[in-house]
């Protein structure tokens, strides 16, 4: 089913108008779609007044199970830039991203920018990478600077205020690094176990010093068995982790579950707080933007495991 609907989607695009000119420069706002909630922050911060950012993806969405609808199709063939996370981040949608960078719309996937030295490439995957690059402060940047170059080629009149905002921004997310390594540095280092629901934080893990655990692996599109949670309360058993962690946009039962496994081996472990994976918080607080999303995981991350 869930094949059908996409290459029905797909098959909508090519119906669509022809192919759009690659600039906009008659002075009306730039429309900027993006996929996740992340992407499109940055949009806002980079475009400012130039741009009219959409994103398609709110809080609580999970983009590997996303389905794209007809009202997505509607603000795709509306664009006159499309971002995406890429590395299979957004699952089938790929293919409708192609399609419309075949009609000629602007479409740039802003992990191409990451070096490829960088990229995690967890087993699990089969030779393929970790899209969550996000938690990587440093590593986003890669994104944002993939973002400014994007606006400035469909807006090449404005190329030097797009710019100077994206520098602005990048000087933000240095300030934003530091922040998280001062804070990581307060948990001792044996205690720098993160489990959560799903192991989205993998780059968090290797920038900043943590051993990261997920439950479902790097997708949620896979599920945990038995096994998993035995081996998991085990570790956490054996080595007293303080607190384990749900998501935001992954239903709580697996970190619930294991709990109860953790509780029936005589360890008390704690659910740590509610972090933000694949999806920001709410709009108008902290937790909907970029910077105030990795600034509440950090400080949840830390106040549980302290």
Known sequence: ???????????????????????????????????????????????????????????????????????????????????????????????????????????????????????????????????????????????????????????????????????????????????VQEQVARVPKEQRILITAHDAFGYFGKRYGFEVIGIQGTSTATEAGAGDLRRIADLITQKRVKAIFVESSVPPATIEALQKAVQSRGWNVAIGGELFSDAMGQAGTPEGTYIGMVRHNVDTIVGALL
């Open 1 to 179: 089913m869930r094949c059908s609907v996409l290459l029905a989607i797909v098959g909508l695009l090519a119906f669509g108008c022809g192919s759009k000119e690659a600039g906009k420069d008659d002075g009306g706002k730039l429309r900027v779609v993006s996929t996740v909630g992340m992407i499109a922050d940055a949009v806002k911060e980079v475009g400012g007044e130039e741009v009219e950012s959409i994103g398609l993806m709110g809080p609580g969405i999970d983009p590997h199970l996303y389905r794209a609808t007809a009202g997505d199709v509607e603000k795709l063939e509306s664009a006159d830039v499309i971002f995406y996370g890429g590395l299979e981040l957004e699952g089938r949608m790929t293919d409708i991203f192609v399609k419309m960078a075949g009609r000629g719309t602007p479409t740039h996937a802003v992990s191409e920018r990451v070096p490829g030295a960088e990229l995690r490439e967890p087993p699990e995957f089969h030779g393929k990478f970790d899209p969550h690059i996000w938690f990587d402060v440093l590593l986003w940047k890669h994104a944002v600077e993939s973002i400014r170059d994007g606006l400035a080629k469909a807006r090449p009149a404005s190329t030097a205020k797009i710019g100077e905002r994206a520098d602005a921004y990048l000087k933000k997310l240095d300030d934003l690094h530091r922040y």
